[in-house]
């Protein structure tokens, strides 16, 4: 709780503080968690994946019930499957879905979750891969935040994966540049970034 007190006094009352527990808090942890951040000044945007990860959805549902938190509770990233996001939206635990379409399904399942979490009034905010999200959190009314991480020391993968990708600044209309030339997505593959982080699983000759 220290540090996040610190964080808050750094960044000061109007920047958004977001708390990732990573799913590693029992019940009562997650309990004890929520009343410190409320009582000491902490106001996080939203609290990620608080409870551990065997019985999460009802660990969560739990949490909201025991306390009456009104601090948002998001996640959904972890999750191997698309069902399981919907078992999180049917256990009305999450306010904030962060789903993550290179896990499951790709960009068409993607859309479903999106229309799902709208009809369902909760906001999503997907996982990583800002270049397939960013499309989906702009076109649904619950689009919440892209999550963008291309800087080339963090995740070098991300920043040489494709040819011409999307500017991720946001611009002066708050929105991000999303036209490209190319068909779908936009995005090719660049045979550097392959041949450099890629492992080759099968070749089938024709």
């Given amino acids: 709780m220290e540090r996040l007190r610190f964080i808050r006094s750094r960044?000061?009352?109007?920047?958004?503080?977001?708390?990732?527990?990573?799913?590693?808090?029992?019940?009562?942890?997650?309990?004890?968690?929520?009343?410190?951040?409320?009582?000491?000044?902490?106001?996080?945007?939203?609290?990620?994946?608080?409870?551990?990860?065997?019985?999460?959805?009802?660990?969560i549902s739990a949490l909201k019930r025991s306390t009456g938190t009104s601090i948002p509770i998001s996640g959904g990233e972890s999750e191997s499957l698309s069902f399981a996001c919907r078992s999180f939206l049917e256990e009305q635990a999450l306010s904030i879905l962060q789903f993550d379409v290179t896990m499951y399904g790709g960009f068409t399942e993607g859309r479903k979750l999106a229309a799902l979490a709208e009809l369902?009034?909760?906001?999503?905010?997907?996982?990583?891969?800002?270049?397939?999200?960013?499309?989906?959190?702009?076109?649904?009314?619950?689009?919440?935040?892209?999550?963008?991480?291309?800087?080339?020391?963090?995740?070098?993968?991300?920043?040489?994966?494709?040819?011409?990708?999307?500017?991720?600044?946001?611009?002066?209309?708050?929105?991000?540049?999303?036209?490209?030339?190319?068909?779908?997505l936009g995005l090719k593959v660049r045979d550097e970034?392959?041949?450099?982080?890629?492992?080759k699983i099968y070749e089938c000759a024709l």
């Fill in 11 to 59: 960044i000061g009352p109007d920047r958004k503080l977001m708390v990732d527990a990573n799913r590693s808090w029992d019940l009562d942890t997650a309990i004890e968690a929520v009343k410190m951040m409320e009582t000491n000044g902490v106001d996080p945007y939203w609290l990620e994946e608080p409870c551990q990860w065997h019985d999460d959805r009802r660990l």
């Fill in 120 to 184: 369902n009034h909760v906001k999503i905010a997907p996982h990583h891969d800002c270049f397939l999200h960013a499309h989906l959190v702009a076109g649904s009314r619950a689009g919440l935040v892209v999550e963008a991480f291309t800087d080339p020391e963090r995740d070098p993968l991300q920043a040489e994966l494709f040819h011409d990708a999307p500017n991720t600044q946001i611009g002066p209309t708050g929105l991000i540049d999303l036209r490209q030339s190319g068909p779908g």
């Fill in 193 to 199: 970034a392959l041949a450099k982080y890629g492992t």
